[in-house]
Nanobody
């Protein structure tokens, strides 16, 4: 089992940037795909981006291209989500999740491991 801890959320003005971190522990992260999801009040949780550690590739939801970028630090078993040009509609709780696979899936229910979430608020 892998444990995930997110950090880096906060309040930012429209057009600003934030970098979220997802630190994994418990087991080696390498066989896993790590995804970022978000959930705004009254809305369903939706896919944002994901990175396949074994496949070495990333995928993004259309609505975050090219503003968001995933990066990794293998030594720290951490996945980052760099969010630029933030918009008020990006306001949500952001979660990282993991599943033991090479393929990147975008359905939240396919990910068994979740972090606690971090709040991102974009407002002037």
């Amino acid at each position: 089992q892998v444990q995930l801890v997110e950090s880096g959320g906060g309040l930012v003005q429209p057009g600003g940037s934030l970098r979220l971190s997802c630190a994994a522990s418990g087991r080696t992260i390498r066989p896993y795909t790590v995804g970022w999801f978000r959930q705004a009040p009254g809305k369903e949780r939706e896919f944002v981006a994901a990175f396949s550690w074994t496949g070495g590739n990333a995928d993004y939801a259309d609505f975050v291209k090219p503003r968001f970028t995933i990066s990794i630090d293998s030594a720290k078993a951490t996945v980052y989500l760099q969010m630029n040009s933030l918009k008020p509609e990006d306001t949500a709780v952001y979660y990282c999740a993991a599943r033991l696979s090479i393929a990147i899936l975008t359905t939240p229910s396919r990910y068994p491991y979740w972090g606690q979430g971090t709040q991102v608020t974009v407002s002037s």
